[in-house]
């Protein structure tokens, strides 16, 4: 678990600021959920046989004698929520939320035991149409961000009964070849055998190369579901990659799985994975409800941004003053500039003019407006100009009164 310092924190919320602009147009609400939950809605919603919730969760008794989680990931949340309010009451919900998440793994580049999620999740929403919508708006969100040689991996999971029947063939193959599984392999076996298919170890993907494919086991019309996603996907020009070992790590999917990659995340190359989840608020005691979702890695997402997007915005104005009048009339000015919903960084150090200065181009401000004591006295101003000086002097430096301030702001701006 790591602390976010002031630098880091400004990258942050440059990439929130993206996702907010993206689920705003595409009419999605935020939804908050408590970071702790009761451990019941993991084991019901994710899957007792799941490593989430197997291995990697924090839970713990309260002084109640409740036993309690917190949270590994947040759609289970969002649904728990959706159907404790009564929200599918008004129709389909097209959600977003944010976040820490827990789970107690091994610490590595991206990944933390305290991590951060952006998700989205349209609950309600039964059209193959939906599925392409979601993935299209993570898709131009990691674009926007500036991600590149990114692939969108996809598959399909059939229905329930379609995997019912393909786990059975499936855990028969498995075990006539047992002695040949890793040993986590081996113990998911008769527990949760679909988890083998995305194995990370060498010799058991190997192994998988010749194993039935989920494919070969879809209905007729799981089939031509996946197929209109597709046709889609082609139609919006998202480039993908059918990867038929593709079964995300929890329980509730179904139909439609997809992780987004990137080459330079190493072993750990998703940044944004999801999927159909038709069952989950059933589950949770709701109606039969479909719904798809996706979750992004914060802390993944970050490290593929790179530096630029941890570069701050340059003050728009940088406010130098001496004097004790001076200093009262840069406080008030500097609350009037920002009321133009402009950058202004106020210098405290009372040092030199020429000090001053050397730290005002040093943080690559537009401007420097200066007030000495003489000035104040006067109520005038200097301003100016820092970067991108012209020839001509009388557009690099302005002296004005202070009541006039608003005047030429403006004419700046413009």
Request: net charge neutral; aromatic share 8%.
């Amino acid at each position: 678990m790591v602390d976010l310092l002031p630098a880091q924190s400004k990258g942050w919320q440059k990439v929130e600021s993206i996702a907010i602009k993206h689920f705003s147009r595409a009419g999605i609400n935020e939804i908050r959920t408590p970071i702790i939950e009761q451990t019941e809605l993991f084991l019901r919603g994710i899957g007792e046989n799941t490593d989430v919730v197997g291995k990697e969760m924090y839970s713990f008794d309260d002084r109640g004698g409740r036993s309690c989680t917190l949270r590994p990931e947040g759609t289970a949340s969002v649904a728990r929520s959706i159907v404790q309010h009564g929200l599918l009451n008004n129709g389909p919900q097209r959600l977003w939320y944010r976040g820490p998440m827990f789970r107690y793994e091994r610490p590595q580049a991206g990944r933390q035991r305290q991590f951060h999620q952006i998700g989205v999740e349209f609950v309600g929403l039964s059209s193959v149409m939906s599925d392409a919508e979601v993935i299209s708006i993570a898709w131009d969100f990691l674009k926007d961000v500036g991600l590149v040689d990114l692939t969108l991996e996809i598959n399909s999971l059939g229905s329930n009964e379609d995997r019912n029947v393909f786990k059975e063939e499936l855990k028969n193959w498995l075990n006539l070849r047992f002695d040949l599984l890793d040993e986590d392999s081996q113990k998911r076996i008769n527990v949760n055998p679909l988890r083998i298919l995305d194995s990370k170890n060498n010799s058991t993907k190997e192994l998988l190369y010749e194993a039935p494919s989920l494919n070969d086991f879809l209905s007729k019309k799981s089939k031509i579901r996946f197929d209109s996603l597709l046709d889609l996907l082609d139609k919006l020009k998202i480039p993908y990659k059918i990867n038929n070992n593709l079964v995300r790590g929890l329980d509730y999917y179904s139909h439609t799985a997809f992780e987004i990659t990137s080459d330079h995340l190493g072993s750990q190359a998703t940044v944004c994975g999801g999927g159909r989840y038709d069952g989950l608020i059933s589950e949770l005691g709701g109606p039969k409800t479909p719904s798809i979702g996706w979750a992004i890695g914060m802390e993944r997402l970050i490290i593929l941004a790179g530096e630029k997007i941890l570069e701050s915005k340059s003050p728009d104005i940088y406010v130098i003053y001496r004097g004790e009048k001076a200093e009262q009339l840069a406080l008030e000015i500097t609350c009037q500039l920002r009321s133009f919903n402009l950058k202004i960084e106020l210098d405290y150090s009372g040092s030199s003019f020429s000090k001053q200065f050397k730290r005002a181009d040093k943080s690559r401000a537009k401007w420097a407006l200066t007030i000495g004591e003489d000035e104040a006295s006067k109520g005038q101003l200097l301003m100016k100009k820092l970067r991108d000086k012209s020839k001509d002097v009388e557009n690099n430096e302005y002296i004005f009164l202070k009541e006039d301030l608003d005047q030429l702001i403006k004419k700046l701006i413009d």
